[in-house]
């Protein structure tokens, strides 16, 4: 069946400091591909998303492109501040009525100031 | 934004016992609500889908007779853990969507269960 893997955590890093979160997917066809972010004490938030291949998605610095060759959808930023200190979640989806996301396990970043 | 209440944000209750998690939706209509669970160091796992009225769609090994979930009004959604068990310690997420095309999710922050 469909999974996503992203790599474990936590992740800790100095303000300014430039930012990867792997991960990977199997899944049959196209999926959409997601990135969520929980901020303490919050629920997960659709930080960017994207819908077909060499897609890039893009929302607060943070940047994830859409690699069918690799199955990939690694998340970016070039400068990380204390306040991006989340986790992150990285998910799939086939959409339709039911839209079912499939997540990774989630990774922990700490940055520190 | 949409805002997704969900309560207790954390629970210890001894095995046998039941405990309800309630999930709200603050200041839309949810047609569809999603229930997951996620143990340590895996996961975000989906549980559960709900439709406002009709039963829970249960995914593959998921007990719906241990895992009851009502979905009465269109802002509210619970998830009942009976007779629960150590194994049962979990993280519980739930999500609500606004549309029936559930483009769109909003979560809640989540429910840390602890079971001795």
């Known amino acids: 069946g469909d999974s996503v893997t992203q790599m474990e955590g936590p992740v800790t890093l100095s303000e300014e400091a430039f930012l990867t979160i792997n991960c990977t997917y199997t899944a049959t066809g196209y999926p959409s591909l997601f990135w969520y972010v929980q901020y303490p004490g919050e629920g997960l938030q659709l930080l960017l998303k994207a819908t077909k291949a060499d897609d890039k998605g893009s929302n607060k610095g943070f940047e994830a492109t859409y690699r069918k060759e690799t199955t990939s959808f690694h998340l970016e930023k070039g400068s990380v501040q204390v306040s991006d200190s989340a986790v992150y979640f990285c998910?799939?989806?086939?959409?339709?009525?039911?839209?079912?996301?499939?997540f990774g396990t989630g990774t922990l970043l700490a940055v520190q100031p | 934004g949409a805002v997704v209440s969900q309560h207790p944000s954390w629970v210890i209750c001894k095995s046998g016992t039941s405990v309800k998690i309630e999930c709200r939706s603050l200041d839309f209509q949810a047609t569809t609500m999603f229930w997951y669970r996620q143990f340590p160091k895996q996961s975000l796992m989906l549980m559960a889908t709900?439709?406002?009225?009709?039963?829970?769609?249960?995914e593959q090994g998921v007990e719906k007779d241990k895992f009851l979930i009502n979905h009465a009004s269109l802002t509210l959604s619970t998830l009942t853990v009976t007779s629960a068990h150590p194994e049962d310690s979990s993280f519980y997420i739930c999500?609500?969507?606004?549309?029936?095309?559930?483009?769109?999710?909003?979560f809640g922050s989540g429910t840390q269960l602890s079971v001795l």
């Open positions: 999500s609500a969507s606004r549309d029936s095309s559930n483009e769109k999710l909003f």
């Open positions: 709900s439709n406002e009225g009709s039963k829970a769609t249960y």
């Open positions: 998910a799939l989806s086939h959409g339709g009525a039911t839209n079912k996301l499939i």
